[in-house]
Each structure stands twice: as structure tokens, then as C-alpha cells.
């Protein structure tokens, strides 16, 4: 039956853009969902997306007002906090 409908295109190769579209897929979709539950953190908190931004930079010009140098584990958790709203 894909002969008749693709020709004389090989199943092989087929069947690798269907395994990259379905993987292309399960990427976005993983994208989304994790935008989904920044944004559900948010509301959680009672935040705009305009207010985290806001409050993050006013945090990072703090940390670079006061000059302290941070451990390695602080400088992490400051690199992961750049891309995740904090829900304590």
C-alpha cells in the first residue's frame, strides 16, 4: 500500500522520517509542557511572566551589588534559577 501511495520511495527511509517526525514531536511536546508548569508555578504564585522577569533582575543586580563571591554549588543553583521560577 505505500508503494502505491509514495512510489518508489524505500520503506527504509520511510520509515527514518517517521522515527524523526515522531521524535521531532516528543521534543516540542516535552518543550511545552515544561512552559506549561513554569507558567503554572507562576500562577501559583500569583505572578505574571513581566513580574518574574522583573524580580530576577532585581535579584541578579543585588547579588552583583554586594560583591560576594559564591561557592560553586551557589553558582549552579544561580544558572538554574536564571531558567525556573523559584515555587518555595
Known sequence: RLRDVYG???PVAYSVLIGLSA???LVSGLLICQLLLFH?????RGMT????IVAQ???????EA????????GQCFDELEKSAPCLS
Request: hydrophobic share 35%.
Open 8 to 10: 518508489g520511495f524505500p
Open 40 to 44: 503554572l508555578g507562576l500562577i501559583c
Open 57 to 63: 533582575r532585581q535579584k541578579q543586580k543585588a547579588r
Open 49 to 52: 511572566t513581566y513580574e518574574f
Open 23 to 25: 521524535l521531532l514531536s
Open 66 to 73: 554586594s560583591g560576594a563571591k559564591r561557592s560553586v554549588k
